[in-house]
């Protein structure tokens, strides 16, 4: 009888241990593979993104990458104009950093009178054209207009008046972009899909 209590308390362990890894298997490959929770850490997205806005990006849509590679899985879309996207921090590679998407390589952008001229055309995407952009940075003085180099992306905050972006620190490698931010979960009254936004 002691054998017999014995082997079902073990085998009540190895059902737990199995669920518990199992679990944490599927976690890490939704989180890898398709989406993940990130918080707002600062204001440089108002009035769009909050401090402590929790929200979830979309990786499958530009194309998770493959962990220790350099390599992604195909996505079902691209990057537009206009989005907002998760990216890894290209001066600090264990930060992420939430921006919207402004320009890619190959394209000028200048900041004039508070708006956005990507090859010398006034921006008309309305996510970008209705917010004001200020001068700043060495890659966002007045009157100059800054050459995005190929492979990479040129990135703001809505907060242009304290939003640290390309202005001062240059360019996003397109392998950085993490992912999409797709809507606030978090906190219930903020609760919105960011698609439009």
């Known amino acids: ?4 209590t014995k082997l079902k308390y073990k085998s009540e362990i190895r059902e737990w241990v199995e669920s518990i890894l199992i679990a944490f298997i599927l976690a890490m490959v939704i989180r890898t593979f398709f989406i993940q929770a990130f918080k707002i850490p600062s204001g440089s997205m ?7 806005d929790r929200l979830m990006v979309n990786k499958l849509r530009y194309g998770p990458k493959i962990p220790f590679t350099r390599n992604r899985i195909h996505g079902f879309s691209v990057p537009k104009r206009g989005d907002i996207i998760v990216f890894v921090y290209p001066e600090d590679p264990k930060k992420d950093f939430i921006k919207r998407l402004i320009a890619f390589g190959g394209e000028t952008v200048e900041i004039k009178d508070g708006h956005i001229y990507i090859n010398d055309q006034l921006v008309d995407e309305p996510r970008i054209k209705d917010r ?5 940075g060495d890659y966002g003085q007045e009157g100059k207009k800054t050459k995005i180099p190929d492979g990479n992306v040129f990135v703001l905050g809505d907060n242009s008046a304290s939003s640290h972006d390309s202005r001062y620190w240059g360019f996003v490698p397109q392998e950085n972009i993490v992912g999409r931010a797709e ?7 903020r609760m919105e899909m960011l698609l439009k936004k």
């Open 183 to 189: 809507f606030v979960y978090w906190p219930m009254n």
């Open 46 to 52: 108002r009035p769009t993104l909050i401090e402590g």
């Open 132 to 136: 004001i952009y200020y001068n700043g």
């Open 1 to 4: 009888m002691v054998d017999e």
